[in-house]
């Protein structure tokens, strides 16, 4: 098992940008496939970003292709989200997710481990 936790949420101004860390727990890191979701309020949980265990594949929302990067470093148990260009909408509860096997990477369900998720709010 692992234990995810977000950080470094918070408030910025359109056009800033923010760097979202998520910290895992377990000696396995380096075999689970790591997530990016938010929801808004009112919204349905949407996927953001995933990469892959090596970090050799990268998945992007059309939303934020172009915006924001995932990233990993494994030696460090890390997963990172550049986000520039923030825009009002980008505002959400941003959640890290983890699994072993996923067939899908866009939908929340085929992963079993999540934060308690990071505030992230866009000022226009």
């Known amino acids: 098992q692992v234990q995810v936790e977000e950080l470094g949420g918070g408030l910025v101004q359109a056009g800033g940008s923010l760097r979202l860390s998520c910290a895992a727990s377990?000696?396995?890191?380096?075999?689970?496939?790591m997530g990016w979701f938010r929801q808004a309020p009112g919204k349905e949980r949407e996927f953001v970003a995933a990469?892959?265990?090596?970090?050799?594949?990268?998945y992007y929302a059309d939303s934020v292709k172009g915006r924001f990067t995932i990233s990993r470093a494994n030696a460090k148990n890390t997963v990172y989200l550049q986000m520039n260009s923030l825009k009002p909408e980008d505002t959400a509860v941003y959640y890290c997710?983890?699994?072993?096997?996923?067939?899908?990477?866009?939908?929340?369900?085929?992963?079993?481990?999540w934060g308690q998720g990071t505030q992230v709010t866009v000022s226009s």
């Open positions: 997710a983890a699994d072993t096997h996923i067939v899908v990477v866009t939908i929340p369900y085929e992963y079993d481990y």
């Open positions: 377990g000696r396995t890191f380096n075999k689970y496939v």
């Open positions: 990469i892959s265990w090596s970090g050799g594949s990268t």
